[in-house]
């Protein structure tokens, strides 16, 4: 089994998929309405790390240290951090630790942050690099959308849920506002059925973000 000892040298400032100003743009909020900034913030921030979260992985570019052990090939790891900017940003490759590795020695993948050893190397494999999107200008569109999405869905359900609740009795010039517990009931599944249809759209847009265990 790999074992994976990751180090994180340099964290990011910011770890949100989608900037307050694009998400009003896509809530339909004009850009002047500060009213409920604090509450988009605050959902930035938690549905970001729901989607991380939900694709095993940290998407801000840090740089960090990874130590790999129990390779089964031995001579192929996996970046947790990724994408890779440029080949310039894997700062050095040691194998075993403290024995520098020639660039020559081995190729990267930029993309999906793959290290080709050309040859079977002592453990363990040490690997000091910058990672991931610089957040959140650099997310990928696929990402800001499904961030956009849960925000809109819990919003517009939250809404309903609240409201649902609330009746009223009127009588000659009296009116009276009190909250029904049943109705509420029947808001919080109407909540249940509203996100459970948006599980393979959100599924669908972040399949290809996941990373696998390897």
């Not at 200008?137 to 925000?151: C, F, R, V």
């Not at 517009?156 to 009795?169: E, H, K, P, Y």
Request: aromatic share 8%; hydrophobic share 40%; net charge negative.
């Amino acid at each position: 089994m790999v074992d994976i000892i990751l180090k994180t040298l340099e964290p990011a400032t910011s770890y949100n998929l989608i900037s307050l100003e694009e998400l009003k743009i896509k809530l339909g909020i004009a850009s002047g309405d500060t009213s409920q900034d604090d509450l988009l913030n605050l959902m930035i921030a938690s549905y970001s790390d729901v989607i991380a979260t939900m694709c095993n992985r940290v998407f801000a570019k840090e740089k960090v240290r990874e130590t790999w052990r129990g390779l089964d090939s031995g001579n192929r790891v996996f970046l947790s951090h990724y994408p890779i900017a440029t080949e310039t940003d894997i700062e050095s490759v040691e194998c075993p630790r403290g024995s520098m590795m020639d660039p020559a020695g081995y190729e990267i993948e930029l993309k999906s942050g793959k290290v080709e050893l050309y040859s079977s190397q002592s453990e363990p494999i040490v690997i000091t690099y910058t990672g991931g999107y610089d957040l959140p200008t650099q997310a990928p569109p696929a990402l800001k959308e499904a961030t956009s999405i849960l925000i809109r869905e819990i919003k517009a359900q939250a809404q309903i849920a609240g409201v649902a609740g609330i009746r009223s009795l009127v009588h000659k010039e009296s009116r009276v506002v009190f909250f029904d517990p049943n109705q509420s009931k029947g808001g919080s599944t109407t909540f249940n059925q509203g996100m459970g249809g948006l599980t393979g759209t959100i599924n669908a847009l972040l399949m290809h973000y996941v990373r696998f265990q390897v």
